[in-house]
């Protein structure tokens, strides 16, 4: 941490900063020039909050030296993270796809996507039995046996089952049927959720929130992960910008930067990013150059007639397509993909 | 709702659109012209969701005509809403200053704010029992009897009590202490969350989110509404931007459209919005110059020393200041302000 | 100027640095932890480049501690400029009002907008005869004699003429009609616009870039003040965000920011920034609440016939009303208006 | 076009609408509901300003159906255009490798550079004689002989120059050395600037502004077009969003929705787009599978001490890596790399 004290700061006040630092623990170096003096502040104290010193008198500014995150941070830890879910290696060689339908659909319906998307070549099934929506009015999935039915699809199927989780009190329920957790964006910093989640056995896929930047997203994992979970996957799927020609705008240099600054896997989730089935290969592909471990794609047998964000999903002959497509890209890359 | 057919639609697809409108109840006239048919939807139906015909065979666009919410709308509802909180008076003539406390304090500061704010001429009082934060490392206030603690002091002060809940948990006991409940930004789209307060009795103060759009707002607040709780009142605390200058950017034209597109009362928080106390009281001017109807300032006895958010809080005498130009403004609007 | 050194620099890397910053003209400090050294470069270089820094080998990030800019900057220049615009006094106590025209209009029509506006209290006529659009088939002002016609108006009726100017090869002929040159937030960046500016004698109206964060708008009034010119008078006109009721949003933070920043004085624009007549009155008392030492509003004599942005003109009867309550306001936080 | 009235629109309010709007040349259909009107206008008048119709009486909102530029897009010339740059073919099959210098060098170094590039694969080659900055402080390239050093450079190389042009004055000089102009992102709406490159015969490079949407950038391109220049290639190098990890956010889908929208070849310049070479060679690969014709790479002989913009340039070893990754996703995805 780099203290920058104001021009006119009294030595007192330079004093009373020092002391306050070494009560925190910190070695002070100081360095004083004619019109303005720096403290260097050398120590690792994580839970430091340094507004309390940016608030002191005479100070105009505090620097942080490293990142506020640890058990996220690949610094120290150069080996990526590989994640097991049920069995399967997520962070590896192998690409993940993850596949699922958006909304409620019938037993027949949600059997018939688990076969197809696991004969692409989809290694995770995700279900979706409650959504909330943004509006009352809009179409609401209902709660049912749901969860006994996509878990005994994914099963038939050798899949392994991802479920949302939007509260605290969904995590124990579907943490009997899932074999992953997902948190959507909206939820990146429910810290209540993050908090239960950090205790769960279960691997979360966390969803970077529409305007967090890529360092809050490593904070809301290291939050899960102070917890005791290690098992946490990003997931990019947009943020929000002032382009309007897509729903999101995806952003595949956070990939990029996350691959970086993180050992955790990442996640490129195109169809919630774009909103529009013909931007999704592109940005699929795209996503796997970039260095994503994995990516996510809404299904539907007939999306022109899904009850929610038909637009973006993909029936299931667009599905192999694009599965052909993305196996391209990953061997091209040096990657393959799950089976 | 405007349903634009693609220049290549057949015949088929054409009426296959309209023999869905009818379906749904939907009046719907015809225009053809050389290259492009335009379908006009006519009727309400506030439940719709116009994906279903947007992903029909030949459509190239759907446009909503009217705004997707209704309760919260100030069409057919010209006149202000006034919220009552436990005799206060929101929305009306008179604007509300809240003031309040960002972290746990002891009993006895509790009381020294709640006095100090009091008798500088703010009607709410803010308090803040636990606070999640986005870094584990950081300062977390500690749930304890502050509840009680903080109840008292606003009793005795005259002031309503307005206290976070962030988990459908804590409605209910937070509600015994409460007279109003806050809803913070990151959970503007907790949906659980505000089905629960939609079920409650309480007023609710809802932050808009750091990435939502005035309309989504709005749309929170009618989901509330719709369960049945109608005492909503709206609080702008800034967006993110692409500036860095102040922590989040305060949009006050945000208050401007929420006033003439919706009848709930608007409050801002500039504190929050700029996080830093320079510049809170000009934002706090300009947001009672822009129409508000109340603002909301953070304050601390020593704010240096503050655990949480120092730099954006007011200490008493500050707070007195801020007041005074705050009443000058709301003067010239021909406003008054509470007490 | 601190310099963090990597965890793994060696001491050559380091060596190095001091090397180069002593080479610079800096006076170094060197803190050395356990982990990590920093570096302090005390020294005022407002021509360096701190990325030739940046790049050398072990440097893991460098900070400034002084803002780019000097001879805009408030820092050693407390009192706020006044700059004289043909001999009204703009950045003092009174708050300056402009108003114009965004398109062309006959002669007669130009006369009748210069006197109302001069008699409901505007100083300021700005006026506009060649408009670039971002379409080519959208409307397009002609150049023409209006020139004269302008000027021609505003002396009958009190009024300095503002025009704006986005090429080099129009600073010259505007210059002779203009007594202020007004540069919109698309040539912001415009350097070579920029330079051809600073050896101006005019006054110079700069809008702020719809990209452009704080600093570099200072940055850009910076270059031209360098050049000799430093009579700037910045305006703020709205950022793009994702929020899309209105056209842009208008940062009113950005006002705070740059008065406490700099001493240059700071107008809004609120037409442009909003793009609806409906919130043009809350933003123009908000700006003046928030600090703003102008406004700038748009008229027409019959606004939804104004072949350009007619949505965000003012009718003459709508202006006086603006003007009173804009007045009203600026009484209220200790100004006036102008006339 | 559809224009949406007011529901108190009057029966004179809609006929004044319809009579403009056949006086414009448009086949009014008008569609009657019990609660409202809308009017669907049929007619392909690329010139029309909509907000005429807008800010007439009982008017509500008005909706392009169709987008505001013709000659760049896709609708009725589905085949991609291939742009000859001095013979070599844009567009096509082939993807494109641009790569050069940020800053001024000596005739060796410039020399080293096109020779060093050539082997490695680019085709394009990209000058930089004079270069204003955002400061007046920070380094600027200093105008030369440099014009003919690069243009021989090229030659011997088989490379096609490539030159920025900032303002009109330039585009003559620079047009007798460069294969093809290269538009900055701060100029895409430099409309004086534009239009002279409309009447030249060279292709143009067209960067997107920071801040603008892809239809501003394609109508920016129609602008160029529409004086008779069809030689235009669009080039993607980042917006500006929250996200401050990445010195901009480089918008891949934006490669997407350009090659669906229109039949321009499309660009990315990973190098500004992240300013940061760490990132870069990811982002290249992206953008190949997201779809792009070409890709722009800063080069430097010793990127850490490179006047300029070192941080994202790439050495010369680095670059045959970056060329011989981004070769494999080229054919990945079906295409081959130049030469």
Redesign the interface.
């Known amino acids: 941490m780099?203290v920058?004290m104001k021009?006119k700061a009294s030595e007192e006040d330079i004093e009373a900063v020092i002391t306050n630092l070494n009560a925190f623990g910190f070695?002070v170096?100081?360095?004083?020039?004619?019109?303005?003096t720096?403290l260097?502040a050398?120590?690792?104290r994580?839970?430091?909050?340094h507004?309390?010193i940016?608030?002191?008198?005479g100070v105009?500014?505090v620097?942080r030296?490293t990142e506020?995150?640890k058990l996220a941070s690949r610094?120290g830890r150069e080996a990526p993270s590989i994640i097991d879910v049920d069995g399967l290696h997520i962070g590896g060689h192998a690409i993940t796809v993850m596949a699922g339908l958006r909304s409620t659909e019938s037993e027949e319906r949600i059997k018939e996507a688990a076969k197809q998307i696991s004969t692409s070549g989809a290694s995770l099934f995700r279900g979706s039995i409650l959504k909330?929506?943004?509006?009352?009015?809009?179409?609401q999935g209902l709660e049912s046996d749901g969860f006994k039915v996509m878990r005994q699809a994914a099963d038939e199927c050798g899949l392994k089952l991802v479920m949302e989780v939007?509260?605290?009190?969904q995590v124990e329920p579907i943490s009997e049927y899932a074999s992953m957790l997902l948190v959507q964006a909206?939820?990146m910093?429910?810290?209540?959720?993050l908090?239960v989640l950090g205790e769960s056995n279960k691997p979360i896929l966390l969803e970077r929130?529409?305007?967090a930047?890529?360092?809050?997203w490593l904070?809301?994992a290291?939050?899960i992960m102070?917890?005791g979970n290690t098992g946490v996957i990003l997931c990019e799927r947009g943020?929000?910008?002032?382009?309007?020609?897509?729903r999101y705008?995806?952003?595949?240099?956070?990939?990029?930067?996350a691959?970086?600054?993180s050992h955790l896997p990442v996640f490129v989730d195109p169809c919630q990013?774009?909103g529009m089935r013909?931007?999704v290969t592109?940005?699929a592909?795209?996503?796997?150059?970039?260095?994503a471990d994995g990516i996510a794609v809404d299904v539907h047998h007939d999306?022109?007639?899904?009850?929610?964000?038909?637009?973006q999903a993909f029936n299931f002959n667009q599905f192999v397509d694009l599965i052909v497509?993305v196996r391209?890209?990953a061997?091209?890359?040096g990657r393959s993909l799950h089976q």
């Open positions: 780099v920058i021009k070695d170096h100081r360095s004083s020039g004619i019109n303005q720096v260097g050398i120590g690792v994580p839970g430091f909050d507004r309390i940016r608030g002191l008198s105009a500014d620097q030296v506020p995150y610094v909330p929506r943004t509006s009352f009015y809009e179409y939007s509260s605290m009190g909206h939820n910093q429910n810290f209540e959720l908090r929130g529409l305007a930047t890529v360092q809050e904070m809301a290291e939050y102070r917890s943020i929000r910008t002032f382009e309007s020609a897509t705008t995806v952003d595949l240099s956070a990939v990029a930067v691959k970086v600054k990013g774009t013909d931007y592109s940005l592909c795209a996503a796997v150059a970039a260095g999306p022109p007639r899904a009850s929610s964000n038909g637009l497509q391209k890209v061997n091209a890359v």
